[in-house]
């Protein structure tokens, strides 16, 4: 992210798209990253920044309409992971290229208990983007809690690779430490 943003200042578009894409893939939620992509010409990258984080005008007194996907993506950022999985469901049915819908609606059902729907969500996210940072996270807790830690262990090692200080799995996992410290996979905090 950072070496795209720098090639982008620099002018450099074709470059940071090349460091930028595969951050994406990475963090395919992650609004800023899609937006970087938009200015350097990803027509598909605008779209679904406009989705992730979509324009405010503070100054007039208009509403701008939001998409269903940004209003999914609402219900997830404000805890309401009934409301977006009802809202994220159909979309990622009729977009699964989508990858920033279906990651939402993982971790949507995720939250809500759906162990079987989230798992292959993150499987189906897995195999365009083996190092989807929360479809690793996400699918590594799900393995320890079935007692599969085995199988989680490389997820966790893919997770830690793009985030070694662990702070999207802190935030990812905080509810779930509440909850039930045992059932969080072996990462280093």
Known sequence: FLAGRAELVEGHKDQALAALQPAALVAPDDGAIRRLLAECGSD?????AADLMPPVDLVSNDRTPISSITLGHLFLRQGLPVHASSQLRPIWKAQPGRMDVGLALAESVWRLGNNDEAESICRALRQVSPHCLKANLILSQLLC??????????LCDAATAVDPENLV?????????IRSGSQLPSLPY
């Open 44 to 48: 598909p990258d605008a779209a679904i």
């Open 169 to 177: 799995a802190r935030d990812l996992y905080a509810w779930l430490a």
């Open 145 to 154: 809690a079935s007692g599969r830690s085995e199988e989680a262990t490389p």
